[in-house]
């Protein structure tokens, strides 16, 4: 297991994976040796050093260093084991990477075959046909999805270890609506919304990548950011554009760095409303990271399907 790790780290050099993730370094010192601003926290002055010859780095800032595993764990907010799945995927992410897109497609086609979940969309305020097919919108039946890619060649121990099925051989996305997630263009994970009784969210278990559709809202210097992808697709529809989601209330290190990669971006925090305030604390907490990387943050009331909105 060790020997399998240090290979994984040589394969993936800690200052090449940074570079990657658009941190820009400076030479400190020797040849060998870079300084930048921490990605793991926000600061003005640059703190954050790396050894390239080492393959470490250390944080004079706050404090944290370590090898490319612990970076990965701290950057995306991952246990160790998807640490370094995620990272072996990296190495040879075309065959997962196909699966997912195959998988996203294939419950397209679905959508349309099943009126439960064209009900289900309408019920949540979603109409616009060519919004659904742009944001990839798809549905799980269940019960077919192993069968339909046996055709290309997937294992069931395959299927198990990326989530897709169960133990049983069973679809997990099981009467879900699904939505694609895509990074760099490719599908890194899927979100299942429930229509049914069952747990109302899943995801794979696996990296949810970054804020989602970013690429077509970075652009935008005041942004909504919304709790779920429903609350996306209907401001989307309205016209808001300018909304992306972090798919929950927890903005991971990597998707603040999308955020604040625009100095004095406006950000409209728009979560959901709870009687029990969780959805207002979470706004609150992340109103404070926000403001802390110098982006100016604003709390936002929302009625049923975000249909309209005025400030707190």
């Not at 294939?106 to 309408?122: N, S």
């Not at 990326?162 to 879900?176: P, S, T, V, Y």
């Not at 490719?186 to 229509?195: D, E, F, P, T």
């Amino acid at each position: 297991m060790t020997e399998n790790l240090e290979r994984l780290k040589q394969r993936i050099p800690l200052l090449e994976y940074l570079q990657r993730h658009n941190w820009k370094p400076c030479r400190a010192g020797s040849r060998q040796e870079f300084v930048g601003l921490c990605p793991l926290h926000q600061e003005t002055r640059p703190s954050f050093y790396v050894n390239a010859a080492k393959n470490l780095f250390y944080c004079h800032g706050c404090g944290r260093g370590g090898d490319l595993i612990r970076f990965v764990q701290l950057f995306l907010d991952l246990p160790f084991r998807q640490t370094v799945e995620l990272l072996e995927q990296e190495l040879a992410p075309t065959p997962v990477s196909r699966l997912l897109e195959e998988t996203a497609a294939f419950y397209r086609l679905q959508l349309h075959r099943h009126p439960e979940a064209g009900r289900y969309l309408e019920h949540r305020g979603l109409y616009d046909s060519s919004l659904i097919e742009e944001l990839g919108i798809g549905y799980a039946p269940g019960g077919n999805l192993r069968r339909h890619l046996a055709a290309w060649c997937s294992s069931f121990d395959q299927l198990l270890e990326i989530g897709l099925i169960n133990h049983h051989g069973c679809d997990a996305f099981c009467r879900r609506i699904i939505f694609p997630c895509r990074q760099h263009g490719q599908v890194v994970n899927l979100y299942g919304r429930s229509i049914g009784k069952s747990f109302p969210h899943r995801l794979l278990p696996r990296a949810k990548g970054g804020l989602f559709a970013w690429e077509s809202v970075s652009s935008f210097s005041t942004v909504i950011l919304v709790e779920g992808l429903f609350d996306l697709a209907v401001l989307w529809q309205a016209g808001f554009r300018n909304t992306t989601c972090a798919i929950g209330t927890q903005l991971t290190p990597a998707q603040l760095a999308q955020l604040s990669d625009q100095p004095g971006r406006s950000v409209y925090i728009a979560f959901d409303q709870d009687e029990n305030q969780a959805g207002q604390k979470a706004a609150y907490q992340v109103a404070l990271r926000l403001e802390s990387a110098g982006l100016r943050a604003h709390s936002l009331t929302t009625c049923p399907h975000l249909r309209w909105l005025r400030s707190w």
